[in-house]
């Protein structure tokens, strides 16, 4: 509704089920299956800015009272997630190359299954260009990488 009313039209580039990013010395990377009762006792590194403005909607999914870390900046978040073992942050499905330059595990959690959407946003009319197209096939590409890979 919020785009209809602001004259906008979206096109979604991927879904996703949010996994859970770990250092790999954190003690839930070596579970086989991780379920959301294992977060307990480990602290959730998330983004500052989750809101969506003018949304009725807020995610309160996962507050219970565990503790966060608020962070905007994803090197910061990831340099927070490799020295900090007990911390964790859900994330969409993060390339090898960043794994490795970091440190960090992905982990599917079996009983965390929500759908998210990434989509580019943009005028109605709006005619997309040679740049716009290059650049929806590169996220492209990378979704299709990581759509490929298996998460324990």
């Avoid at 960090?104 to 959690?109: A, G, N």
């Avoid at 929806?136 to 298996?150: G, H």
Wanted: hydrophobic fraction near 30%; charge should be negative.
């Amino acid at each position: 509704n919020l785009l209809i009313t602001r004259d906008l039209t979206s096109h979604t580039l991927w879904e996703f089920e949010y996994l859970l990013l770990l250092s790999k010395n954190n003690p839930l990377s070596s579970k086989a299956e991780v379920r959301t009762d294992d977060l307990s006792g480990y602290v959730e590194i998330t983004h500052g800015d989750i809101s969506v403005p003018s949304s009725p909607f807020k995610d309160n999914s996962r507050e219970n009272g565990k503790k966060k870390i608020y962070v905007y900046e994803r090197g910061s978040q990831f340099s927070l997630l490799c020295d900090i073992p007990d911390t964790y942050m859900w994330v969409s499905p993060v390339t090898d190359i960043m794994l490795d330059k970091y440190q960090l595990v992905q982990r599917r959690c079996s009983d965390e299954t929500s759908k998210y959407r990434d989509v580019i946003i943009y005028p109605r009319g709006y005619r997309l260009s040679e740049l716009d197209r290059k650049f929806i096939s590169e996220v492209s590409s990378v979704r299709d990488e990581l759509s490929t890979k298996t998460y324990n």
